[in-house]
């Protein structure tokens, strides 16, 4: 059964960073395009970022050159780099594939930016 389980989420100031990581287990992830998505209150869940198997990127125009995604093949892990964070990028963030049937979600990791 896959399980996806996102960490690394906090409150921070405008300005600051984290590290969101996303442990994927009962699947082949080497093979998957994998994205991080943030959803907020009454807003539908949206693309942040995404990086296929062989580590191309793709960014949200609202985070090019603020956030940065990886991948760890040998740890079934995926990374969400975010700096100098803005008030916007409040919610909650999820990670799953970037097409095709979604894998079962987590229960996200929550990203707070204050002002």
């Known amino acids: 059964q896959v399980q996806l389980v996102e960490s690394g989420g906090d409150l921070v100031q405008a300005g600051g960073s984290l590290r969101l990581s996303c442990v994927v287990s009962g699947t082949d992830f080497t093979t998957t395009t994998l994205a991080w998505y943030r959803q907020t209150p009454g807003k539908q869940r949206g693309t942040v970022a995404s990086?296929?198997?062989?580590?191309?990127?793709h960014y949200g125009d609202s985070v090019k050159g603020r956030f940065t995604i990886s991948r760890d093949n040998a740890k079934n892990t995926v990374y969400l780099q975010m700096n100098s964070l803005k008030p916007e990028d409040t919610g909650v963030y999820y990670c799953n594939k970037l097409a095709g049937p979604a894998f079962p979600w987590g229960q996200g990791t929550q990203v707070t930016v204050s002002s």
């Open positions: 990086i296929t198997r062989t580590g191309t990127t």
